[in-house]
Nanobody, 125 residues
Framework: QVQLVESGGGLVQPGESLTLSCSAS?????????VGWFRQAPGKEREGVSC????????YSANSVKGRFTISRDNVKNTVYLQMTSLKPEDTAVYFC?????????????????WGQGTLVTVSP
């Protein structure tokens, strides 16, 4: 199955930019998968950041990141990106990559999903 590996996290100052990457390992393809980024800040519940459908339409974008974060996908590299600009201290969180595919069978419709291990983004002066 698909395995996801995030990278690109680190320490940045407010107003700076970062781009996170989420790569499918072992030559796995993300074709047909919806993908997304989630984050969890200290003391808070995990929240959705931005999601991209299997046909590359943005299906969700958190109000807190609209106009600042952009999700995209490179189908050749099988990599999902989260371009983050104008970072704020409240963006500090562990960011997780997620991929999901709908599987229709004779028995039922189900969703197969996979999570990355997360990458830490810290925004501090």
């Amino acid at each position: 199955q698909v395995q996801l590996v995030e990278s690109g996290g680190g320490l940045v100052q407010p107003g700076e930019s970062l781009t996170l990457s989420c790569s499918a390992s072992g030559g796995s393809s993300l074709d047909g998968y919806a993908v997304g980024w989630f984050r969890q800040a200290p003391g808070k519940e995990r929240e959705g950041v931005s999601c991209l459908s299997s046909i590359d339409s943005v299906t969700y974008s958190a109000n807190s990141v609209k106009g600042r974060f952009t999700i995209s996908r490179d189908n050749v590299k099988n990599t999902v990106y989260l371009q983050m600009t104008s970072l704020k201290p409240e963006d500090t969180a562990v960011y997780f990559c997620h991929a999901e595919v709908r599987v229709d069978t004779i028995e039922a419709t189900k969703y197969l999903e996979v999570w990355g291990q997360g990458t830490l983004v810290t925004v501090s002066p």
